[in-house]
């Protein structure tokens, strides 16, 4: 696959992964999300293991990772995530995303929006070392669901 087979706005891949596990800092992950628990003024560090997979025409594959989150006092929500994609053929290929998460007030549902690279020696992915992603969706951390779809930006 080469650079002019990808074009700025093409859709890449559909993402749902499940939380599997959250290393609290001094603040309960639960409490906050649920309101039970003020978020502190400082703001609280989580960090959230994942698994799941990507779907699309150009990548159907596993994925697994954390999200070194950073929730700010005012209740919005820094991403930083590091993950390994398993391809359907074994490659693998290294996820970086940074980006925000918003609550949406009285729902417990985070608007995400996150900027994607993705690295890989492998010959057959190499294609994707030249793209910088947008990916978009949703968080529902009561259900422990994340949804997200990504865009060649």
């Not at 596990?21 to 603040?27: D, R």
């Not at 995530?81 to 490659?91: M, P, S």
């Not at 996150?114 to 969706?137: K, M, P, R």
């Amino acid at each position: 696959m080469s650079s002019d087979t990808i074009t700025v706005g093409e859709y890449l891949y559909e993402e749902k992964i499940r939380l599997t596990n959250i290393a609290e800092f001094g603040a309960s992950f639960q409490g906050v999300i649920s309101a039970q628990e003020t978020l502190p003024p400082q703001g609280a560090r989580f960090d959230v293991t994942f698994e799941g997979e990507l779907s699309g025409p150009k990548l159907k594959d596993k994925i697994a990772g954390v999200d070194y989150i950073y929730m700010r006092g005012d209740g919005n929500t820094r991403l930083h995530v590091h993950a390994e994609i398993t391809t359907e053929d074994g490659e693998r290929i290294s996820f970086f995303a940074d980006g925000v998460s918003v609550p949406e007030e009285g729902t417990g549902i985070l608007q995400i929006r996150e900027n994607v690279t993705l690295h890989t020696a492998s010959s057959a992915y190499s294609w994707v070392n030249q793209l910088q992603i947008w990916a978009q969706g949703t968080a529902d951390l009561a259900k422990g669901e994340v949804y997200l779809k990504g865009y060649v930006a």
